[in-house]
Nanobody, 125 residues
C-alpha cells in the first residue's frame, strides 16, 4: 500500500515536500516514481529513483527545482518541490516499479505496477 501526503495550496515560488509511505512490501526492492495529473490532462512523469537511490531521473519541466529521494529504513520516498509554479498544479501520485529498470523506462507509467492515491498540489499565481 502506498500513501502520498504533503500536498496543499501554496503561492508561486513556495516549496512543498511530498511524502510517499509504503507498507506491506519490501520497499527497498522497488524503483519509486512520482507522476502528476492536472485537471483534464494526461498523467505525466515527474521524477523517479532507483531502489538504492543511485540513479534518478526528472522531467525537463521540473529539473533543477524538484528533488526525489528515499529513506528505505522508513519505507518512504520524498519529492522536494521548490520554486513552484502555477503549472505545477496537479494531483501527485507515487508508484512502485521494478528493481531493475532502465533510465529510459523510468519515465514510463506502464512499468510501474502499483499506484497509491494522490495528493493535490495547488500553486496560485
Amino acid at each position: 500500500q502506498l500513501q502520498a501526503s504533503g500536498g496543499g495550496l501554496v503561492q508561486a515560488g513556495d516549496s512543498l515536500r511530498l511524502s510517499c509511505v509504503a507498507s506491506g512490501s519490501p520497499f527497498g526492492s522497488y524503483t519509486m516514481g512520482w507522476f502528476r495529473q492536472a485537471p483534464g490532462k494526461q498523467r505525466k512523469f515527474v521524477a523517479a529513483i532507483t531502489w538504492g537511490g543511485g540513479s534518478t531521473r526528472y522531467a525537463d519541466s521540473v529539473k533543477g527545482r524538484f528533488t526525489i529521494s528515499r529513506d528505505n529504513a522508513k519505507n518512504t520516498a520524498y519529492l522536494q518541490m521548490n520554486s513552484l509554479k502555477p503549472e505545477d498544479t496537479a494531483v501527485y501520485s507515487c508508484a512502485t516499479g521494478p528493481q531493475r529498470i532502465t533510465f529510459l523506462t523510468m519515465s514510463t507509467p506502464r512499468v510501474y505496477n502499483y499506484w497509491g492515491q494522490g495528493t493535490l498540489v495547488t500553486v496560485s499565481s
